[in-house]
DNA sequence: GAAATTTGTAAAATATACTTGACAAAAAGA
DNA sequence: TCTTTTTGTCAAGTATATTTTACAAATTTC
């Protein structure tokens, strides 16, 4: 499931992918697929990411509803 | 660093590490390396063991400070 | 509309999360 | 004290997060 929530508190920041991924000190590859979903990134790079962006896990990262 | 506040939510369910392990669907040992510390989980697991101890990301694994 | 930037995606390699099995120490209950 | 349960930890293996390189499609900028 795509994380918009990320690719908008990016947006909002005029961020691209591989900036964030710079800021994040991981590969651009890695930000966009966290955003493209289907994937399991660890807290430590969500906890980055967040503050990055000026968001908290559950701002981000929280889901409601899981199989 | 060890993570109390996991440890403590999970006391508070009276729930030994093992079953919340199994609830989460993971090892005994993962349970306890995480609130040992030192320790990077995936975010899945991290809102796994949210759901079962009834609380959120922020909570749990949310760090203020880090170097 | 050409050039530059951004993004999607794929394959192979590397780093590390997580498992399994096992044993000892600590804590809890009788 | 004795027994049971819980927890810490280690070593070797498996699964997967992340990197690197690369190319094309899409978007933006001039």
Not at 8 to 36: F, G, M, N, P, Y
Not at 42 to 66: P, R
Request: with cysteine; hydrophobic share 40%.
């Amino acid at each position: 499931m795509k994380n918009l929530r990320l690719k908008s508190a990016r947006a909002a920041k005029d961020l691209s992918q591989e900036q964030l991924a710079d800021l994040c000190k991981v590969s651009r590859q890695t930000i966009s697929a966290i955003e493209k979903g289907d994937y399991n990134p660890t807290i430590n790079l969500c906890i980055a990411i967040c503050k990055v962006l000026g968001k908290t896990l559950d701002e981000l990262f929280w889901i409601e509803e899981e199989a």
